[in-house]
């Protein structure tokens, strides 16, 4: 593993591209901004490298690094032996509850074939902002959860760690490795081709999902 100090961000230097980043629903364009300061693995290095911040006590990483491992396992091995590293990262409250994280995210260059997962808010509540959403927004969600609350803070999602972590799992993940795999093998990201790239991660993930669906029951939060 790598620590958080071999892996910051710099934002002022262009080292990658960036795909997918599903937030909390939508697509965030600020995305496009964010790059990595990671180096390609050494060729005796096992891949992909696991990095793994300490999320605040106000989210945990509903999936653990063995998990991760297990879906990768019922993948083809060509959908997935270009992953050079897989970060659960960790995500400030108020960037949150600004709307400013995301889900996920897959980005390259440099040699280097990112995904990025980030934490869920240990009340299991995803945020979905002060207006009701639309109807496309839920049905997203609709086989994991349909159990839309308001309250003073606005509308969201009540999920269970048990369905939380098989949405990581079963799309949230996959959705990613879609992304990875269009970009390794299909096309060089731009903004001209976002919509066929994230047609071809949806599709990878209703393909896929029913292989690697299984029962989960939930753990102690962040046991890796």
């Known amino acids: 593993m790598q620590t958080r100090k071999h892996t910051a961000w710099k934002k002022n230097r262009k080292f990658g591209?960036?795909?997918?980043?599903?937030?909390?629903?939508?697509?965030?364009?600020?995305?496009?901004?964010?790059?990595?300061?990671?180096?390609?693995?050494?060729?005796?290095?096992?891949?992909?490298?696991?990095?793994?911040?300490?999320?605040?006590?106000?989210?945990?990483?509903?999936?653990?690094?063995?998990?991760?491992?297990?879906?990768?396992?019922?993948?083809?091995?060509?959908?997935t032996d270009h992953l050079t590293h897989i970060w659960l990262q960790k995500i400030k409250k108020t960037d949150y509850v600004n709307g400013d994280t995301f889900q996920g995210s897959f980005i390259c260059g440099?040699?280097?074939?990112?995904?990025?997962?980030?934490?869920?808010?240990?009340?299991?509540?995803?945020?979905?902002?002060?207006?009701?959403p639309l109807k496309k927004t839920l049905n997203y969600y609709k086989n994991y959860t349909t159990d839309l609350k308001e309250d003073k803070d606005g509308w969201y999602l009540?999920?269970?760690?048990?369905?939380?972590?098989?949405?990581?799992l079963e799309s949230l993940l996959l959705h990613e490795i879609g992304h990875s795999i269009d970009s390794f093998y299909k096309r060089y990201w731009s903004k001209a081709t976002k919509v066929k790239s994230e047609n071809f991660?949806?599709?990878?993930?209703?393909?896929?999902?029913?292989?690697?669906?299984?029962?989960?029951?939930?753990?102690?939060?962040?046991?890796?």
């Not at 009540?158 to 990581?168: C, D, G, N, R």
Request: glycine content about 2%; proline content about 7%.
């Open 17 to 79: 591209d960036v795909w997918g980043g599903r937030t909390f629903p939508k697509l965030a364009d600020k995305i496009f901004n964010r790059q990595h300061n990671l180096s390609a693995p050494k060729n005796d290095e096992t891949t992909p490298i696991y990095i793994i911040d300490n999320p605040s006590r106000d989210f945990y990483f509903p999936i653990t690094v063995d998990e991760i491992k297990s879906t990768l396992e019922k993948l083809p091995k060509d959908h």
């Open 110 to 132: 440099s040699k280097v074939y990112l995904i990025v997962l980030h934490p869920f808010p240990t009340d299991n509540k995803m945020r979905l902002g002060k207006s009701k």
């Open 158 to 168: 009540q999920w269970t760690e048990e369905l939380i972590k098989k949405y990581f």
């Open 201 to 224: 991660a949806d599709n990878y993930v209703a393909v896929w999902a029913d292989k690697v669906r299984e029962t989960y029951e939930p753990k102690e939060k962040n046991a890796l």
